[in-house]
């Protein structure tokens, strides 16, 4: 960082009660830490999923079972990949805390893959067992010949019940409702089953470092190859407990309280924030689907949140649902907001509805992924808070010189959050983190002059109109105000007599919105260059299974 950067973050951060250095060697794995957390707080829930909770207890057993038949039935040796492909259940956490526990690395696997998707990194990965869910297991069953793993464990949804519900279940989810596709997996194993093999041997304790590979989080794949960020247990431990000091800020209750949780749990926000609630003893409410509004809705009513984890694009589709804003929200405490921009809009109206700010926070899978956040005693709509403790920032130019406050450059960051590299592909780590150990965001951003950071934009979503730097978060921001545009997205377009033009992606909740109306809207707030010259009127926008909108896609429609 540059005298002054470093100067203004160092004051706010004091000024906020938070340190700008913690211990973050106090665990030498992430094993250590939830395993601590699992003695302390055996008789409060850890986790439920589909009406079905575990006991900080029953989840230390269940991993340990899981870990000691991967040691003894599956023969895996320290470092081997084990891929988890599941949505939100309690299995995963069983799974993928009994995985480390052995020693293994855990290949997060996203049930949505497609069969290329699913084969690059399973043969990627070099994975040799798999756990996968039988609702999507029809995409790896077509995939597992071409690929070397060698054990496949299949899950139903409901297995960690109780009989008869669990039987009941998975029978309605398999036949009445048609939710599980037809797939055959030569040799494959029920996950019950292992876990029974797993407790007649218990697993050996293996002793771990922090430079040792806890999770391969594959990444980039919206825009190339998909490439494994290798995050070590240093990595992991580091970024629970930058959170953990970073929470203090919001007076938020641990022990006993609900993290509802819909963002997908194999998405590093979602798995960061379960090893956090994990840390501080809270129960981690599992949604398995937050496409469905409805049985969201009912999660929160059921389980009422202190601590929410949510995204732009859900905050608004919820405080749009009827039923959720009739809902009582005197628990909740803290909300958080990762994965894309926050707009002001949203923002506003989630707090108008809930009662409870949004605390934006900005990260990447490479940072495990937490880099900074807005603190529940000082939240900016608009910025991405200030650094959470024992990190480094640097904003640079495209020559690479550092820059100072309020000039804005490419967010670079340093700290023991960092990835150790991508796994398999020295170039593309030595492309992304340069000698210094200085990781390269892709992100432009600048430095305010009270120290909080702020986000313009991804350095490759920038649109030059004439010369002009346009930044589609800033039009995005203008354009979500308008009541009749539930989201938008903007994209630049080749253009003959400027280079590029802008293009804008509407969503209305009003059909007869026109383009000369959005033009009219933007026009009042921003100036003649970045109103857009054409407009695209969607009925729904590509995303991310986290719900970040692909404008990668946008710019190939026609």
């Not at 799974?95 to 699913?118: F, Q």
């Not at 194999?266 to 379960?274: L, N, R, V």
Request: with cysteine; aromatic share 6%; hydrophobic share 40%.
């Amino acid at each position: 960082m540059t005298d002054a950067v470093h100067s203004v973050i160092e004051t706010q951060l004091a000024a906020l009660g938070i340190p700008a250095q913690i211990d973050t060697q106090a665990y030498p794995s992430v094993v250590a830490l939830f395993e601590e957390a699992l003695a302390t707080f055996r008789e409060e829930a850890a986790c439920s999923s589909v009406g079905h909770t575990l006991s900080y207890a029953e989840l230390d057993r269940l991993s340990a079972d899981f870990a000691g038949w991967l040691q003894n039935g599956a023969r895996l040796s320290r470092g081997d990949r084990v891929a988890i492909q599941m949505p939100n259940l309690i299995q995963y956490l069983v799974a993928s805390l009994g995985a480390l526990r052995a020693g293994m690395v855990v290949v997060n696997t996203n049930p949505l893959y497609t069969e290329r998707e699913l084969e690059h990194q399973l043969n990627d990965a070099n994975v040799r067992v798999m756990v996968v869910q039988a609702n999507v297991a029809q995409t790896a069953a077509a995939v597992l010949p071409r690929t070397q793993v060698e054990t496949v464990v299949v899950t139903e949804i409901a297995d960690l019940h109780p009989q008869p519900k669990r039987a009941l279940i998975n029978f309605i989810v398999k036949h009445v409702k048609k939710m599980v596709p037809k797939f055959h997996i030569a040799g494959a194993l029920k996950f019950n089953d292992v876990l029974k093999r797993g407790a007649k041997t218990p697993y050996q304790a293996v002793i771990l470092e922090q430079t040792d590979v806890a999770m391969l989080q594959y990444t980039g794949g919206t825009t190339g190859v998909a490439k494994g960020a290798m995050l070590t247990h240093g990595n992991l431990v580091a970024n629970v407990l930058q959170s953990d000091a970073f929470f203090a800020t919001h007076n938020m209750d641990g022990r006993g309280e609900t993290m509802l949780q819909p963002l997908p749990v194999y998405h590093i926000y979602a798995f960061t924030a379960s090893m956090y609630a994990l840390r501080i003893g809270a129960h981690t409410a599992f949604v398995p689907n937050p496409r469905d509004l409805d049985s969201l809705v009912q999660a929160f009513e059921a389980h009422p949140p202190a601590l929410f984890c949510g995204l732009n694009t859900l905050f608004v589709a919820l405080c749009n649902h009827e039923s959720f804003r009739a809902l009582d929200f005197s628990r909740l405490q803290v909300t958080l907001s990762g994965g894309m921009a926050l707009t002001h809009d949203a923002a506003q109206r989630w707090t108008e509805v809930t009662g409870c700010a949004v605390s934006e926070g900005y990260g990447l899978t490479e940072t495990s992924p937490t880099v900074s956040g807005n603190p529940g005693n000082g939240i900016q709509i608009g910025t991405i808070g200030v650094p959470v403790p024992s990190t480094e920032i640097q904003i640079r130019d495209t020559e690479g010189n550092t820059l100072g406050v309020d000039e804005p450059g490419e967010l670079c960051v340093r700290g023991p959050q960092v990835m150790a590299g991508y796994w398999q592909r020295p170039e593309a780590t030595a492309e992304a983190i340069d000698p210094q150990g200085w990781f390269a965001t892709g992100d432009i951003a600048l430095v305010q002059p009270d120290g909080y950071l702020r986000i313009v934009d991804r350095k490759k979503d920038m649109i030059v109109v004439s010369g002009f730097n346009v930044y589609p978060n800033e039009l995005e921001d203008v354009l979500v105000a308008h009541p009749d545009v539930v989201e938008c997205a903007a994209v630049g377009i080749a253009s003959e007599s400027t280079g590029e033009a802008i293009r804008m992606f509407v969503v209305s909740s009003r059909p007869d919105l026109s383009e000369d109306e959005v033009r009219r809207f933007m026009r009042e707030g921003l100036t003649g260059y970045k109103v857009p010259k054409s407009v695209v009127f969607k009925d729904e926008l590509p995303k991310t299974a986290v719900g970040k909108i692909l404008r990668r896609e946008l710019r190939d429609v026609d």
